[in-house]
C-alpha cells in the first residue's frame, strides 16, 4: 500500500512538475560596472546570461544584486533593489513597468518570454553603475 | 564443410539412441507420483483471497491519484499561452538620449537598453 502510495505521488509530481516549472519567470538586478576593483561575486548568479552581456556591452563586471520569481500569469508589484518591477500578464504578452524610488522610468508591453531565452532592459541608473533587469523564463 | 543427414539417416541415428536410454514408463510415473506427493497440493492454484477492504483501498488509492493528477493538471497547468498581441512597445518616461534594441542570435535573447537616463551615464552599450 505504501509502495502503491509512494508511486502515485512521484507519478502525480512527476506530471505536475512540467507544468508548474513553466508557469513562472525570474527577474534578476544585475549591476553593470566599467571601473572598480574586481570582486569575487562578479559573475556569480549570472552564468546563463554573462556571455551575451560580454558579447554586447563594454562594462567590465557584471554583479548580481537582487531576484525573485513571478508566476504567470502575472499581476505582481515586486522590489527589487530601489527598482519596484510591476508584472501584469502572461508568458506571450506581458507587461511590465519600472518605477525608481516611486516614480516610473519607463513601461514596455507586448514582451514574449521565451524559455531559457533572455530579455534583458538595461541602462537603468544605479548607485554605482548601471542596472540591469534580467528576465528569464523558465523551461 | 557441412554434412548433409537425409531424414531417415536423422531418424535412425536419433531413433537408436532415444530407444536406448528411454526410461520406463511405468517406472516414471511411479516416481513422478511419490515426488508429487512430497509437495503440499491442496492450496496450489487457489485464488489469493484479498479481503475486501485491501481492494477498496487499492480502487480508492488509483481514482485518488487519477483526481490528484488531473486536478494539479488542471490547476497548475501554467500560463494558458495567449497569442502574443503583437510588437514589443517600449514608453520610457524617464529622461533619456536613445533606445538601443539589441538581438542576440546564439542565446536568442534580447537587451533593450536605454542610453543616457537620468542621472546615469550611458557608457555601457558598445551597439
Known sequence: MKTTLLATILFTAMLAAPCLAQSQFSIRLVEARQSGGADPQDGVGLEDVIDMLKRHLVSARYRFVDSCTVKLPADDTLT??????????????????????????????????????????????????????VFMGAD | MMKKFTSGRIKEL???????QAPDAVEFWSDFRARAKLVNQDRLGE?????????????????????VAAGGLFLFRGDPGEEPTGQMTLDVTAAHSAVLVIEDESSQGTIVWIVGMEDGESNGDRA
Open chain 2, 14 to 20: 536419433l531413433g537408436g539412441r532415444a530407444s536406448a
Open chain 1, 80 to 133: 527589487l533593489g530601489e527598482y519596484t518591477v510591476k508584472c501584469s500578464g502572461n508568458r506571450k504578452n506581458l507587461s511590465v513597468t519600472v518605477l525608481r524610488f516611486g516614480k516610473q522610468v519607463l513601461k514596455t508591453a507586448s514582451v514574449q518570454l521565451k524559455d531559457k531565452k533572455p530579455f534583458i532592459i538595461g541602462g537603468l541608473p544605479g548607485k554605482t553603475g548601471l542596472m540591469l533587469l
Open chain 2, 47 to 67: 485464488p489469493v483471497a484479498v479481503p475486501f477492504a485491501v481492494r477498496w483501498r487499492v480502487a480508492a488509492t488509483a481514482c485518488a491519484a487519477v483526481v
